[in-house]
């Protein structure tokens, strides 16, 4: 039997520290909930898995102490919790809905349950919609407006899940399948193999020599809630956590063609029907086919090279640039991980990371990073401990010591400098000369309007010791919309300054997107490929950053970290 995987017990943990903020416990004890929640959510082993050989104590890890880790093992083994049960049935069931809702929260939930007895998202829309929120103490008009758009949001991304998400899912499907005999081929398709942001359903595709035990074995697969549709060659279920997964059975000579169609994207494949009209041919998830007779079809590269085409990348399918490049014979070589040398955006347990810098630098060696930035807070960010000047330098001693320790990884004295409301710099200029890598950006004042923010960033661009913009736009996917900034303006000024910006690889951010990037490529601004990790585990979110930059069509050259520090700091020089 396998157990809760570790986003399903890290969503457990955060309900838990919702409904606990909710009823206004003490938020010492809310936030061991929500760090927890984190610490589970950012690992890659599999927590169960650990749970059951015994194999490490959880209550090792960064923020877990005896209680909680023991409250793990159970929703880890049970699937459930006595807790988190009794919790539930302690607050109306759309509570929790709302107070998931952008920009409202626990707190802001209980006042809207207290105020105005609103107990669910439709009655939280009617009060918003008959003005009775923005009477409310400490709501306001805006307030009532954002609630309303964080209404359509939520809404939106409730169909949706994080790629990231959908890859552990993927994965132990995979896994699953991997145990059923008879299967010769096997891909996921859809947009999860386009490397989407987020997932709307899982598409597979096998070839079997028995397509009905292959569908009675997937119909085994422990997280299928509901088997919603099942055929001779398809079959559709609908897992616990949400996601739908459609099952294809392809014979062997479309296989290429069926993972063509069923990976999309639709507006993609538009054009390749288009082009094979064109050139007199016929193109479906059978294979191409001029008149009756199949000309191609057993692999990808048959159907594209059949069109005239070369075989291009899944994540440049969106007709955008991809079909005029694979005609000319001029795709990207898009970045792999295998590139990434660096990771210039990572926290320490000097400010709201979990771990030493020494365990984060070790961790990056392990991943075979050769440097790595520790840019923790600056102090406008007091509610983590952001640094002031004195224990600034106090870090950069330390790294100076580690790095004469450690070897085989470099540890970078950086910082991630907030963009005050009011324009300027969390520090001082003489402080940020000696850093090796300033990275700043905005975490206050997020909904100025467009013309001040923008401002703010630009003027931070100019400042000679930032190197780098983070998160850029300051979305949280499906949560919180992009700042109002004005992009083009800044990737306008990073080129002309030769600054870079940030592709925070967070998969909840995800910022630049795919568009921005192709943007900073094409204007020649460097893309910096950032975990932003708060963890050990935090650092594996390369990654989905390096798929995000791939579907912006970026290369090796386009990635600043992909390159060693030696030249990186010879182009900061220059730029000073
Ligand atoms: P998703 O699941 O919403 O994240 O996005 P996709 O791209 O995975 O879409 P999905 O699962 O509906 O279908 C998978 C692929 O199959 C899609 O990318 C293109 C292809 N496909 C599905 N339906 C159609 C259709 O009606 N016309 C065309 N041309 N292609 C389709
Ligand atoms: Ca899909
Ligand atoms: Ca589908
Ligand atoms: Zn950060």
């Not at 086919?289 to 199949?294: A, L, M, P, S």
């Amino acid at each position: 039997m396998a157990g809760l995987t570790n986003a399903e017990i890290a969503a457990a943990l955060e309900e838990i520290a919702d409904i606990l903020d909710f009823q206004g416990a003490n938020p010492f004890r809310v936030r061991a909930y929500r760090n927890a929640a984190r610490t589970v959510g950012e690992m890659t082993e599999s927590v169960a898995d650990l749970v059951e050989s015994g194999e490490r104590d959880l209550s090792s890890l960064p923020g877990i102490g005896k209680d909680l880790a023991e409250k793990i093992a159970t929703l880890a083994q049970t699937g459930t919790l006595p807790l988190l049960e009794e919790l539930r049935s302690q607050v109306p069931e759309g509570v929790l809905q709302i107070l998931r809702i952008p920009g409202l929260g626990p707190k802001r939930a209980a006042a809207l349950y207290r105020e105005l007895g609103v107990t669910n998202l439709d009655e939280l829309r009617q009060a918003c919609l008959e003005h009775r929120v923005r009477t409310l103490k400490g709501f306001g008009e805006k307030t009532e407006a954002a609630i309303l758009e964080g209404l359509e949001l939520a809404a939106q991304a409730a169909q949706r899940m994080y790629w990231a998400v959908a890859d552990q899912i993927a994965q132990s499907i995979r896994q699953h399948m991997e145990g059923c005999k008879g299967i010769r081929q096997m891909e996921f398709a859809g947009s999860y193999r386009r490397g989407k942001e987020t997932v709307g359903d899982l598409d597979l595709l096998v070839v079997a020599d028995n397509p009905a035990s292959v569908m009675d074995h997937f119909g085994r697969f422990s997280g299928v809630e509901k088997i919603l549709a099942r055929g001779d060659t398809k079959m559709s279920v609908r897992l616990q956590l949400g996601l739908q997964v459609d099952l294809r059975a392809v014979p062997e000579e479309s296989f290429g063609a069926a993972l063509q169609y069923f990976t999309g994207s639709k507006d993609h494949n538009i054009v390749l029907r288009g082009r094979a009209k064109d050139l007199g041919l016929k193109v479906n998830e059978y294979g191409v086919f001029r008149g009756e007779k199949r000309i191609a079809g057993r692999t990808e590269e048959e159907v594209y090279a059949a069109l005239g085409l070369a075989w291009i990348p899944p994540e440049l399918r969106e007709a955008r640039e991809e079909f005029a490049w694979a005609e000319a014979g001029t795709l990207p070589k898009l970045v792999e991980i295998s590139d990434i040398q660096g990771d210039l955006h990572v926290h320490s347990d000097w400010t709201d990371g979990t771990a030493s810098i020494e365990e984060m630098a070790l961790a990056a060696k392990a991943r075979g990073l050769s440097y790595i930035a520790i840019t923790d807070h600056s102090k406008r960010v007091s509610m983590v401990g952001g640094l002031d000047a004195d224990r600034l330098r106090k870090q950069w001693e330390e790294i100076d010591r580690l790095n004469r320790r450690l070897k085989g990884i470099r540890i970078l004295k950086g910082v991630e400098v907030d963009i005050l409301e009011e324009g300027g710099l969390d520090l001082p200029d003489d402080v940020l000369a000696e850093a090796d890598w300033v990275v700043a950006s905005v975490h206050y004042g997020q909904n100025q309007s467009r013309e001040k923010i923008t401002r703010r960033v630009l003027e931070a661009l100019e400042n000679p010791h930032v190197a780098c913009f983070a998160h850029p736009t300051g979305r949280l996917i499906g949560k919180r919309k992009p700042y109002q900034i004005d992009l083009e303006a800044v990737i306008h000024k990073a080129a002309a300054l030769g600054k870079m910006l940030e592709l925070n690889a967070h998969p909840q951010r995800l910022d630049l997107d795919d568009v921005a990037c192709a943007s900073a490529k094409k204007h020649g601004v460097l893309v910096v490929i950032a975990t932003d990790a708060h963890s050990v585990d935090g650092l594996d979110a390369m990654r989905y950053g390096v798929l995000q930059a791939r579907r912006g069509g970026l290369t090796k050259a386009d990635v600043a970290n992909a390159r060693p520090w030696s030249e990186l700091a010879k182009l900061l020089r220059r730029k000073k």
